[in-house]
């Protein structure tokens, strides 16, 4: 099978282009090296079924090009990262509503099957615990910067259904939870690889807000392992997926996991939202999916558990 992955030199992109590689397929890659990075994919670039182009998903007719010479896309391009997302909303917005606005339209024109990624930051700050594919999306007020990330992903969703409906594209959306592995990094804001580097530099370890707040993590091996099935499977077309883990953990309780695996004599310090992000900041309390649908369809269940993701990160940080 050939496959475009937009963003295809990010975290997860990367990771999905060495499996697509291993199991056959032949892989093209779209990234701009905006969030993502040419090491991510420096090992792989030598193999005879990858293929990779700089450029930005905005630029229609390169998009084009490569839509046209695979059977699937996975569109992984976005701007993502809540720090990137509260200092650049009108690079978020644009990026995530006319990125995935392009994909699709140029999708359509010979019916590719296309893998939207959204995230679970659609379903905000429902209290609703656990969150289902069906379940409300709770939204903050508009002036709250965070919140313009949900929205443009729940308009890439509710176009990629629109398409899917109304045009018969071949659409599958996926709601990617709090995903972690070797490559992603701390520079947007995402709190394992940050509370790794922290303790392995003997810096404070930063927990935000009261560290209460719990979210469940999934190694990219897993994340993986699931949009892999959904990229096979006839079923999922038309239908949106989430993707994660169960295993809930507040972040008071990570810091103190990573201070003890990395033996570190890092003080946890407690900064407030405000001044970690912006004023009137709003994170969700604890954020955990209904996995049942996926598990229904291709049999996904996560296998790495916290302590091994752990161990796999500060691996690869202490390498790096
Ligand atoms: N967080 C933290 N310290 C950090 C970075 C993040 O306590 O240095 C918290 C953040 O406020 C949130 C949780 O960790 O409650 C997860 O943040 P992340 O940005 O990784 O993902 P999110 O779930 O917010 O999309």
Redesign the pocket.
């Known amino acids: 099978m050939k496959l475009l992955i937009t963003g295809g030199a990010g975290f997860i992109g990367s990771h999905l282009s060495e499996a697509l590689l291993e199991r056959g397929d032949e892989v093209y890659v779209l990234d701009d090296l905006s969030t993502g990075s040419i090491e991510n994919i420096d090992h792989i670039k030598g193999h005879e079924r990858f293929h990779y182009t700089i450029d930005n998903v905005l630029n229609r007719p390169s998009t084009a090009e490569h839509v046209d010479r695979v059977d699937v896309v996975v569109h992984l391009a976005a701007a993502v990262?809540?720090r990137l997302i509260v200092e650049s909303p009108v690079h978020t917005i644009e990026t995530n509503v006319h990125g995935t606005e392009t994909v699709l339209r140029v999708a359509n024109k010979k019916k590719k099957r296309v893998i939207l990624a959204s995230t679970s930051?659609v379903y905000g700050k429902s209290t609703d615990i656990p969150f289902r594919e069906d379940s409300d999306l709770v939204l903050g007020a508009t002036h709250k910067g965070r919140w313009s990330y949900a929205c443009s992903k729940a308009i890439d969703e509710f176009l990629g259904l629109a398409y899917y409906k109304e045009k018969k594209l071949p659409v599958v959306v996926v709601r990617l939870f709090?995903t972690v592995g070797p490559r992603q990094t701390g520079r947007y804001?995402?709190?394992?690889p940050?509370?790794v580097r922290q303790a392995l530099a003997g810096e404070p370890i930063?927990?935000?807000?009261d560290?209460t707040?719990s979210?469940c993590f999934t190694d990219v091996s897993d994340v993986v392992g699931g949009l892999l099935g959904l990229i096979d499977h006839p079923d999922a077309v038309g239908e949106v997926f989430n993707i994660g883990s169960q295993q809930e953990v507040s972040?008071m309780e990570l810091a103190e996991k990573v201070k003890a695996m990395t033996k570190s004599k890092s003080e946890i310090v407690l900064v407030p939202?405000e001044e970690?992000y912006e004023e009137g900041f709003e994170?969700m309390p604890r954020?955990v999916p209904d996995t049942g649908k996926i598990e229904k369809l291709i049999g996904y269940k996560p296998t790495v558990s916290l302590e091994q993701i752990l161990e796999r990160v500060i691996a690869y940080l202490s390498d790096s």
């Open positions: 990262g809540v930051e709090n804001g995402m709190v394992i940050n509370f930063t927990v935000f807000g560290g707040q979210r972040m939202y970690a994170d954020r």
